[in-house]
């Protein structure tokens, strides 16, 4: 039996667990994972920094793959920390910039000529260009800090006065510290919100369902953005798809190798669809959270075929094959997210099969802020405590099956959108 470790601790990192137990030739572990990820999964004591750690673990066990769930471990090297172990599912740190650096990345979108929003970047040393700027812009106006944000770096202004404000938080290192200290002021865009997935494998890809995340707070999306707060799947027909290759992913690799670089990894392309055309708003270097936990259940094929298929690099052979109907995940945060979270309130734990994942025949659980608590309880940690995947023919049948099993798991506090899998328009 191969073994496979997940690095991370949220619901991507589940449903990633998940989807390998359920091959049934994989032994399962995560570092560190959270208190809701029960056995078979195997929950290992060392966190996604800690590298010379995971190298002993690696040794030891004899791990055949390695994948890396969150950003940060991969902006920091961790593929070139232990590619030379084992198989690695991340991209190395100097493909990092598309998803570390908005600003690198609009750069690069402009200079391949990939549709996107026309945009302005600013650094802390131009915070004077900036503001005549901003107080002469027509609104609204799409302001992103350029680094690493936990996906919350992203703020829609209507007005200069809003602008300026975040903005200047952003340059003076009150908002994100060091990842807004340069700004990516872009044209506002309205249509309907797109994530499109590829796996990479260096030489050839394949493509995974399409989902559409909802990212800001509130219903009728209004409010803060967030790390996502549901979404749904598949999304979108092939006709469209076969646009998104034509005009994103092929320029994509193309411009990626013209700089002597291939990926290889997860790819996440964050689209805005204006009238059938794709905009690119940005890329991720690793699957999205929540959609993981929307196009993986999805997924007939077993994740070891997947994994053998990375490992020799013969992507572009391997079919994905879904299976029919809709996966639609609702997220529950908890109060005062994502500005300031509460943590500790405790959450009824029952006895769940799958690894602490299978809620119901249709239903399915991925944890993220939790960890254990007394009894049969959990206590949430703060922020997105878990994503609740409801699966059903049709998008009605399985929001319906979403919406239900969140009543099955309150607590204190617990924030949810209501609209997941009915709205459509969004802005961004």
């Known amino acids: ?147 690493l944000a936990g996906g919350k770096g992203v703020f829609i202004a209507t007005s200069s006065q809003e602008a300026l404000e975040f903005a200047r938080g952003c340059l003076q290192g009150q908002k994100y510290g060091t990842a807004g200290q340069t700004i990516v002021v872009e ?5 309907e919100e797109r994530s499109v997935f590829l796996l990479a494998d260096g030489k050839s890809y394949t493509l995974l369902p399409v989902a559409r995340d909802y990212k800001r707070l509130l219903d009728g999306d209004k409010g803060p953005n967030t790390g996502g707060m549901g979404g749904y799947a598949p999304a979108e027909d092939l006709s469209w798809i076969e646009v998104v290759r034509e005009k994103v992913i092929e320029p994509t690799f193309a411009a990626l190798l013209r700089m002597g670089l291939s990926y290889h990894g997860f790819l996440y392309l964050g689209l805005m669809k204006v009238q059938g055309e794709p905009y690119v ?14 196009i993986l259940p999805l997924i007939a094929n077993s994740f070891d075929e997947i994994l053998y298929y990375y490992r020799i690099q013969k992507l572009g052979n391997l079919k994905i094959r879904v299976h029919p109907g809709y996966a639609v995940g609702v997220v529950a945060a908890t109060k005062g997210y994502p500005e300031a979270p509460q943590k500790g309130h405790a959450i009824y734990f029952p006895p769940l099969e799958e690894g602490g994942s299978r809620l119901g025949e249709k239903t399915l659980i991925y944890w993220a802020g939790v960890e254990k608590g007394e009894s049969n309880y959990l206590l949430t940690t703060g922020g997105r405590s878990y994503t609740l995947v409801g699966l059903g023919q049709t998008l009605e049948e399985a929001r319906k099956q979403a919406y239900a099993g969140m009543e099955l798991l309150p607590f204190e506090g617990r924030y949810y959108r209501k609209d997941i899998a009915q709205l459509n328009t969004c802005y961004s």
């Open 281 to 294: 708003l940005e890329y991720n270097v690793r699957l999205g959270d929540p959609e993981a936990q929307l």
């Open 187 to 191: 044209t506002f865009l309205e249509g």
């Open 1 to 147: 039996m191969e073994k496979v470790l997940i690095v991370g601790r949220g619901g991507r990192e589940h449903s990633l667990a998940h989807k390998a137990l359920q091959s049934g030739r994989l032994k399962v572990f995560i570092a560190p994972g959270n208190g809701g990820m029960l056995p078979p999964l195997i929950r290992v004591p060392i966190q996604e920094h800690e590298i010379s750690a995971l190298r002993d673990f690696i040794r030891q066990e004899k791990i055949n793959y390695v994948i890396i769930g969150p950003e940060l471990p991969i902006a920091k090297g961790i593929y070139d920390d232990l590619c030379d172990l084992t198989t690695v599912i991340a991209p190395p740190q100097k493909l990092s910039f598309l998803e570390a650096s908005k600003a690198k990345a609009k750069q690069f979108l402009e200079l391949a000529g990939i549709p996107t929003a026309p945009a302005m970047i600013f650094t802390r040393d131009q915070q004077a260009e900036m503001e005549s700027y901003l107080r002469a812009a027509t609104y609204p106006l799409v302001l992103k800090a350029s680094g």
